[in-house]
Structure formats: structure tokens, C-alpha cells
């Protein structure tokens, strides 16, 4: 069964902390994507990476890195958490394909305090 | 710019009856089309795709859905709604590459 999975469900964190979340999937794709998901506004794309050590910013980059240094694996950094930042974050991964599926992971909910 | 618009944010059914989520997009390209699902705790599900063949396509579980250029619609449709399908409803376009675009979703309720 292929998976994407994220490690951290749920994660309590204080303002001023760096935070990592962590992805990985086993279906040997390109492509990788962090969104975040908020209650109204569907999922709107943080950063993607098409290669490894490769990434693009998304539609709203502020406030996070990425890292990729291996091709199954995709982390999303918060160098100073907010708590604007509370959020469910989604990873998701895709193949070559353009019009290709995306497969989610179940999502890491983070609360900034 | 691309866009997704689903008409509804909450949609009220019972069981037995049929269900109909509605997405208008604008697309300056020939879009492919999707449909997820998101059910409690859980990450999106692909319920189905249009990638410019049939123009009706159907999906897991039941679901439909009909790509009408002239609308600009892709609506989702079910003839008979069952419990298991409660559940948050996205569409999504994908005007080019990897660039997706999310609607903001739909809540269906499926009442007993």
C-alpha cells in the first residue's frame, strides 16, 4: 500500500520556537508538496520540491523553509513559530506525471502558544 | 489567473438521496479537473479525474462528475448518498505543471 506518511500528528509549540515537520513517502516520486490547510480556505501551497535539493516557493512561502536532501523525504521548517502558524499542515507527493494523483499524508496539526 | 470556486460550503443531504457538490473554475489553459476527499483526521483521497478525455467521469465509490467547457463546471454528483460519505469535498484544478489549485471545500452532512 503506498504511503506518505508524516510523523508528527499533533505537535504543541511556544511562539519563538523552530519547528520541523517531517514527511516521507515510499513510492519513489519527484515530487513533494507542503500545504496548509485552514478552516474556509482549502489548502494553499507552501513550497514544492521536484528533485531533490530542488524546491519552488508556493503561494504563501513566508514564514518557512524546506529541506530535501533525499528523495523520499521533504521537511517543512518554521524558523520562529507564530501563532499565526497554527494550522493542520498536509504533505503530499506525485509522480511524473502531470496530471498524476496526489497522494497526502494524514496531516500534522500544529498549535503555536 | 486560475481559480476555483465551490459553490457551497456546506451541503445537507439524507441517506437514499441524491447528492450534488458544485465547482465553477476558470482556467486559461485546457485544465485537468480533480475531486478529493478529506474524511475526519484523515489526509485527501482522489475520488476522480479529467484529463480532456470523456467528458464524464466516474470516480470511486459511486461519484460522477461532468466537465462542461461552456459552464466552466465540473460539478460532483451521487445518486444515492450513504453515511460513509460525510465527509469534506475539495476541487482542484491544475492549470500547468505542478501548480494546483484548491477550492476551499465542501462539508457534506449526510443525514439518517
Known amino acids: 500500500d503506498v504511503k506518505v506518511t508524516q510523523s508528527s500528528r499533533y505537535l504543541v509549540k511556544r511562539t519563538g520556537e523552530k519547528v520541523f515537520l517531517e514527511c516521507v513517502q515510499d513510492?519513489?516520486?519527484?515530487?513533494m508538496f507542503w500545504y496548509r490547510q485552514d478552516p474556509g480556505l482549502g489548502l494553499r501551497l507552501i513550497y514544492f520540491?521536484?528533485?531533490?535539493?530542488?524546491?519552488e516557493k508556493g503561494d504563501i512561502p513566508e514564514g518557512y523553509s524546506v529541506s530535501r536532501e533525499k528523495k523520499e523525504r521533504f521537511s517543512l521548517i518554521l524558523e520562529s513559530a507564530s501563532t499565526n502558524q497554527t494550522s493542520m499542515y498536509l504533505c503530499?507527493?506525485?509522480?511524473?506525471?502531470?496530471?498524476?494523483?496526489?497522494?497526502f499524508g494524514e496531516g500534522s496539526r500544529l498549535t503555536v502558544l | 489567473a486560475q481559480s476555483v470556486t465551490q459553490l457551497d460550503s456546506h451541503v445537507s443531504v439524507s441517506e437514499g438521496t441524491p447528492v450534488l457538490l458544485r465547482c465553477n473554475y476558470s482556467?486559461?489553459?485546457?485544465?485537468?479537473l480533480f475531486w478529493y476527499v478529506q474524511h475526519p483526521n484523515k489526509g485527501l483521497q482522489l475520488l476522480l479525474k479529467?484529463?480532456?478525455?470523456?467528458?464524464l467521469v466516474k470516480g470511486i465509490n459511486g461519484f460522477e462528475a461532468e466537465f462542461k467547457k461552456s459552464e466552466t463546471s465540473f460539478h460532483l454528483t451521487k445518486p444515492s448518498a450513504h453515511m460513509s460519505d460525510a465527509a469534506e469535498y475539495f476541487c482542484?484544478?491544475?492549470?500547468?505543471?505542478?501548480?494546483?489549485?484548491f477550492g476551499a471545500g465542501t462539508i457534506l452532512r449526510v443525514k439518517s
Open positions: 503530499a507527493s506525485k509522480g511524473r506525471d502531470l496530471t498524476g494523483e496526489l497522494f
Open positions: 520540491s521536484y528533485d531533490v535539493k530542488m524546491k
Open positions: 479529467y484529463t480532456s478525455a470523456a467528458t
Open positions: 482542484v484544478v491544475t492549470p500547468y505543471g505542478n501548480k494546483l489549485v
Open positions: 513510492m519513489d516520486h519527484e515530487n
Open positions: 482556467s486559461s489553459y485546457s485544465p485537468s
